[in-house]
C-alpha cells in the first residue's frame, strides 16, 4: 500500500488506532481498555515515597509490583508496575485506585471478584489478572508489617 503524502499515511493510522480500541473495546470493556492505555499510578515513585514494594509472579507468569507509602496503617500511595498484557495494567491501577486511602485491615479483606467487579467485567480468560493484583498487594502488606 502506497501513499500519497503524509496526511494519508496520518489518516490511516488514526483510523486503524480507532479500529484497534473497537475490538479491544468488544473483547474488554470501555473502562478497562481506558484503565490499559491510560494506567493510573503507573511506574516506580521516588524511594522516600515508599514504605514497602513487593513484586509478585502469578502462574500465568506475569509479575506486579506495588509500591505503597503507608503512615498510621492507612495507604497514603500506591503505584504498581506489571510486565503483563493489557487487563493486568487495568487490575493493577484500579487496585491503586480502591486502595488509595484505606487502612491495611480494609485491603487485606479485598477479593478478586471486588477487583474484578471494579473493573466492570473482565473476560473469564483475564479473571486471573484480578487475583495477581490482589496477591501482589497483600504480599506487600505482608512484608510492611514484618517491618513495623
Sequence with gaps: MSYTSKEDFDKFVDELQKEIVNNEIKDFNEYIVEL????RNWGKPPLED?????KYQGP???????FLKIKDDYIQKANFYT???GATVAAGSQMTLLVEGKTLDFVKTIQPRDLDNA????PGDHKHCAELSVNAIK???EKYKLKV
Design 139 to 141: 504480599k506487600a502488606i
Design 36 to 39: 490499559f492505555h491510560h494506567p
Design 60 to 66: 500465568c507468569g506475569d509479575t506486579m509490583e506495588f
Design 83 to 85: 510486565d503483563g498484557c
Design 119 to 122: 473493573l466492570k467485567g473482565l
Design 50 to 54: 515508599v514504605s514497602v514494594s513487593e
